[in-house]
């Protein structure tokens, strides 16, 4: 099974700071790699797919980007929607696979 | 619109079958490369992917969950099912059915839509 390591496990921020969040595969995925935002009592949302694409609706403030092992989810100037857990999962190959998670913290 | 709703019991004893209903619409499940998967996210945990399922009737399961679970498809009813046999304490999740494309045989695109999930209990 390919393993996904996501880092930080939480993070405290600011509104209007800029963050980062990464995920590693344990073996190259390409850009099989995409980030998902969970709030409590709400549905996963799709933040980004492919590595970098942004998926409808979602503010360009939320960027994707890397290949092969190292992948990064940045948010600019953070809005209080944004404070919510932001998961990653490889769609490479079976089994598919998430990261352990970020929760963003006001 | 696509949409996915799941449903079945609130609460399960230890040992019993667990089944789950996903009822989709806005999409075929006769479409060739569409498919649903069925993910978990237990109190304060990590998201787990259980199986999915695919038009064609691919299969696919978690490798730590394969032997307890099982999914099938009703494409004129529109819903996926998924058993998993001799539920445990540790299976007490939210689950959540997710739409799914393949890319390439092996290789699958994004989960573009997501059920609102069912709280599942597991205790005697």
């Known amino acids: 099974d390919i393993q996904m390591t996501q880092s930080p496990s939480s993070l405290s921020a600011y509104v209007g700071d800029r963050v980062t969040i990464t995920c590693r595969a344990s073996q190259t995925i390409s850009s099989f790699l995409n980030w998902y935002q969970l709030k409590p009592g709400n549905a996963p949302k799709l933040v980004i797919y492919a590595a970098s694409s942004l998926q409808t609706g979602v503010p360009s403030r939320f960027r994707g980007s890397g290949s092969g092992t190292d992948f990064t989810l940045t948010i600019s100037s953070l809005q209080p929607e944004d404070f919510a857990t932001y998961f990653c999962q490889q769609s490479y190959s079976t089994p598919i696979t998430f990261g352990q998670g970020t929760r963003l913290e006001i | 619109q696509v949409t996915l709703k799941e449903s079945g019991p609130v609460l399960v004893k230890p040992t019993e079958t667990l089944t789950l209903t996903c009822t989709v619409s806005?999409?075929?499940?006769?479409?060739?490369?569409?498919?649903v998967s069925w993910i978990r996210q237990p109190p304060g945990k990590a998201l787990e992917w259980l199986a999915h399922i695919f038009s064609n009737d691919e299969k696919s399961y978690s490798t730590s969950l394969k032997s307890r679970l099982t999914i099938s498809k009703d494409t004129s009813k529109s819903q996926v099912v998924l058993t998993m046999t001799n539920v445990d304490p540790v299976d007490t999740a939210t689950y959540y059915c997710?739409?799914?494309?393949?890319?390439?045989?092996?290789?699958?695109?994004?989960?573009?839509?997501w059920g609102q999930g069912t709280m599942v209990t597991v205790s005697s």
């Open positions: 806005g999409f075929s499940l006769s479409n060739g490369r569409m498919g």
């Open positions: 997710a739409r799914i494309s393949q890319r390439t045989v092996t290789t699958y695109d994004a989960f573009d839509i």
